[in-house]
């Protein structure tokens, strides 16, 4: 399995919390020699804890802490301008995690103010769209390179859930987006990928704020129940597509998919 995914340039947003931490460091180990992850998040203190134990898995693995704001220009502008280029790449993976749940206290009709949801499609919407825009300009086709790009997803760009409405939204179209990525670029991979539902910092926030208390009951229970599939395997699912590479480009796929 070591070295299975080629030398790689891996380029990780979101990467301070439990799902792509696990992602990251199960990444590493099936990366070649020579191969750089740049990892992303707001928060450096995070994104170095996370440097330190792929240290630990990879030593040879070139490591990169970019703590930048993707929600704005500034913040793309400058990913881009870090980005490592390791010699003889053989894989570009860029895996879009970085994301928010917007206010999960509102009802749609309790939306009137443009300037509560223009922010949530910047970070959700418009982030994803360029960087995967700009990276794929920055690598473009070349003989032995294959290109890669994932989306992170959820069950909830397929089924409606009631005061998510941001998140559900973004979630469906971000699915479309890449889905059009995939007709547009033959060239490039492109997985829409659902990990089942995660016992980490979103839940506990979520649970809190939500005025649906049937759906606040179930995520307490989520939190109180550590029978939940461990994150680390729906990480291992992600990567053994990806090194199986035989899911239609473009297509949204389930953990729970057979
Ligand atoms: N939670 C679930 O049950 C569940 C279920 C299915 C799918 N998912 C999806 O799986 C992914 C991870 O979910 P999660 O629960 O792990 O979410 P999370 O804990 O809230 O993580 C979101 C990540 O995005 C980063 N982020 C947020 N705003 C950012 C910004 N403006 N610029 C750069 N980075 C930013 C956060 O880091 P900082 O705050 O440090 O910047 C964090 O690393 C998401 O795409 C989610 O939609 C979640």
């Keep these: 399995m070591e070295g299975s995914l080629g030398r790689t340039l891996g380029i990780l947003t979101g990467a301070s919390r439990a799902f792509n931490r696990s992602l990251a460091l199960l990444l590493a180990q099936r990366l070649a020699s020579g191969s750089a992850l740049v990892i992303n998040s707001r928060n450096y203190g995070t994104l170095r804890t996370l440097s330190k134990e792929l240290g630990k898995v990879r030593q040879d693995l070139q490591v990169l802490c970019v703590s930048i704001d993707l929600g ?52 959700n919407m418009t982030s994803p769209l360029c960087l995967t825009a700009r990276i794929l300009g920055a690598f473009p086709p070349s003989p032995g390179l294959k290109r890669t790009v994932v989306n992170i997803s959820s069950l909830c760009a397929v089924k409606p859930s009631k005061l998510w409405s941001l998140y559900c939204t973004g979630k469906a179209a971000r699915n479309m987006m890449f889905r059009v990525l995939a007709e547009e670029e033959p060239s490039v991979r492109v ?62 796929i389930d953990f729970f998919d057979e």
């Excluded at 053989?90 to 949801?117: C, E, M, N, W, Y």
């Excluded at 606040?216 to 729906?234: A, E, F, G, N």
């Design 191 to 252: 997985l829409s990928y659902a990990p089942g539902p995660l016992d980490i910092e979103m839940n506990p926030e979520l649970a809190q704020k939500t005025k649906d208390l049937e759906k606040s009951q179930t995520l307490s229970k989520l939190r109180t129940c550590r029978s939940q599939v461990d994150w680390s395997v729906y990480a291992q699912k992600l990567l053994d597509l990806l090194e199986e590479d035989t899911f239609e480009s473009g297509a949204h």
């Design 72 to 123: 704005c220009e500034a913040g793309m502008k400058q990913l881009l301008e870090v980005m490592p280029r390791p010699p003889d790449l053989q894989r570009l993976l860029l895996i879009h995690d970085a994301g928010t749940l917007g206010d999960v206290s509102k009802k749609i009709v309790d939306f009137t103010d443009p300037a509560d949801v223009s922010g949530y499609w910047a970070l």
